[in-house]
């Protein structure tokens, strides 16, 4: 299995900046086995809402609401994957998530704990 942990979350102004990092752990082969990387996010009261995705081969995709703002980006070497957010408004004020999906049969989906990021003056 593997296991994802969230960090670089917290309190930041209108119009700032923030970087997230989701660490991956376990074995080489479980690790080796996931085909792409998400960040979802998740505000009080709301749905779980997909931010950004990554794959394998480095091909990424935003939601409309971050896209511009956002860039998801991964290190192989160190297992790490980022979420770089730049003019962060107040209705990015969320729970972020790191998801891992499995490419090979059966799929399985790993998730973090969650880091907390808030938007305000």
């Known amino acids: 299995q593997v296991q994802l942990v969230e960090s670089g979350g917290g309190l930041v102004q209108p119009g700032g900046s923030l970087r997230l990092s989701c660490a991956a752990s376990?074995?080489?082969?479980?690790?080796?086995?996931?085909?792409?990387y998400r960040w979802y996010r998740q505000a009080p009261g709301k749905q779980r809402e997909f931010v950004a995705a990554i794959t394998s081969g480095d091909g990424t995709i935003y939601t409309n609401d971050v896209k511009g703002r956002f860039t998801i980006s991964r290190d192989n070497g160190k297992n790490m994957v980022y979420l770089q957010m730049n003019r962060l408004k107040p209705e990015d004020t969320a729970i972020y998530y790191c998801?891992?999906?499995?490419?090979?049969?059966?799929?399985?989906?790993?998730w973090g704990q969650g880091t907390q990021v808030t938007v305000s003056s």
């Open positions: 376990g074995s080489i082969a479980s690790i080796n086995a996931v085909g792409r």
């Open positions: 998801n891992a999906e499995r490419a090979e049969i059966p799929v399985v989906s790993y």
